[in-house]
Structure formats: structure tokens, C-alpha cells
């Protein structure tokens, strides 16, 4: 079988992989797990240029932008106005449109203050950005935001940086039966089988930054979120077996020797 | 004359270009983007503004995040 290519705001990308770029033990093994993940699209942030020391090399020096569509985002951000600015300075260091939004409610959750999300939201469409919000599980929200011009959404299986796994299952099966728009599941993933499980919910894609950059080989672990997107993605499109309290016998029950 | 560079005070001989200020500070312009007193600047007009007494400069780029 095979899959349609991910597309976003008329963006093509074979990989349904998104990837970060913080946190990783070096710039050369982020590079490493960049190419062994197969991701088309990597997150990065926006912040001041630090004066005093200007010996540290750019992060875009080891992102192949030829391979790699770049999304910045507006992590850190706790108010409308203060991703607004962030967005736009991004777009301006950068060479697209695109942002994944974020607005934070609360330093302990980082979960998202939705209703700033989709102020922000708004005015960035408006502005001409693509935006990619990180969103909390919540269907309503979800579909304000497609309303207010997101060109996906992106709920969380779990807190940022939490590596919990999906702990939303049935909020982000209810998002995808909804949602018009791309559903990226953002945030939670932990190890690869959470991917798998992201997928076989029907997510379009998942987004993660440490759950590779902080696995104790990163490079590993960016190939089998590789092939753990792949896997769900299959096992989804395949169409799993209905759940069933008791056995079913695999082998013929006729023709048992010595019966 | 001072000037407020990425929220720090910064002391510099006199009036200069936006150019001039990024390959002072060894900052190539094609990898960041700067505001000026909260107005982004966009990348030709670098040359041609100049940075003046008591600016709030913005130099930002991208850094590892996800």
C-alpha cells in the first residue's frame, strides 16, 4: 500500500516526521539524527543574538536546507503579542511564512492558553502567515482555529518534553474525525511505540524534539521514530481488527490430529 | 551614545548604519533579523538606517528548539 505525501497549506513532504532541533548533545549528532529520522520539516526557535559571545556556530549550519523546510516557532511566549512579534521576526530571518505558533498559559504544563492561540492565530493569517498552532485536545478549539485559517492543527498527547506517550487517545481520534485541516500531534511522544500510537490514531503527522534529542543515542532513536511513523501510518490505513474480550482461534478447528 | 542592544545597554562612538552595527558585532545579516525600537527592519534597509542615540536595537536569530 501505498501512502499519499503529508500535505500542508499545498506543501508536499513524504516523511509525516517533523523533528526539533533543541536539546541535542551537539550540533553534529542533531545532523546525524536530522538525516536518520527522514524528516522533511524541523522546528526551531527564535531568540537573541547573544553579544557577548559570538564564537558559537549557527544552528543553520548543520540543518541541510536543501532537504529541510524549517518551521520556527514561538515557544516561550506567553501572550498573543509577544508570538506576533516573535512570528514576525522569524519570518523575517528566515525564508518563509510558515510558523508553528505557540502561546503558553502556564510555565509548569506549557500548555496552551487557547484563547490568546486563536487571537494569534488570526491576526498571523491575516498577516500572511501559515500557521501551525499548538493546541491543547480540545475539538472546539481545534475547529476555531481551522475557522480562524490554520493551515493544521496540532494537539498534544501529552505535556512538552513529558515523554509520557498519548495519554489523549480518544480526544485526538474524535479531532481527526472532525478536523479539515492536517492533525499533527504535537508534544508526548516518548519512545517510538508512542508514534505508532499517534498514527494509528490517524494523525497526519507527529512533531517531537525530545523524545530523540534527549534519547541516550539520538541517532538511533531518530530512525526508529522513522519507522514508527511508518508503521502507524500502515497499521492505520490498513484498519486494525475490532477489540474482543475473549479468543479466536487462528488455525482450523476441523481436521485436529488424534480427534 | 547608548543604545539598548538585546535588552542590555551597549555603548557605540556615534551614529552607524544597521550594516555597520551587525559586521561590528560579527553577525552575518543574511542570518538574523533585526527591530528597531520595536519596528522590524527589513534586510536591504540595513545599509541605509542608521542607529542613533538611545535605539532599542532587537538582533535575533534561530536557535535549537522544537
Known sequence: MTDTPLVVAGRRFTSRLIVGTGKYPSHAVMAQAHAASGAEMVTVAVRRVNIADRSRESLLDYIDTNRMFILPNTAACYSAEEAIRTAHLAREAGLSNWVKLEVIGDERTLFPDTEALLDATRVLVRDGFVVLPYTNDDLIVCRKLEDAGAAAVMPLGAPIGSGLGIQNANNLRIIREFARVPVIVDAGVGTASDAVVAMELGADGVLMNTAIAGAQEPVAMAEAMKHAVVAGRLAYLAGRIPKKMYATASSPLEGVVGR | ?66
Do not use: H
Request: glycine share 10%.
Open chain 2, 1 to 66: 551614545m547608548l543604545i539598548t542592544l538585546n535588552g542590555e545597554p551597549y555603548e557605540l562612538d556615534g551614529p552607524l548604519s544597521v550594516a555597520d552595527l551587525l559586521t561590528r558585532l560579527s553577525i552575518d545579516p543574511r542570518r538574523v533579523a533585526v527591530e528597531r525600537n520595536f519596528t522590524i527592519l527589513r534586510r536591504p534597509l540595513f545599509a541605509v538606517t542608521l542607529v542613533n542615540e538611545g535605539d532599542r536595537i532587537e538582533i535575533v536569530n534561530f536557535v535549537g528548539g522544537g
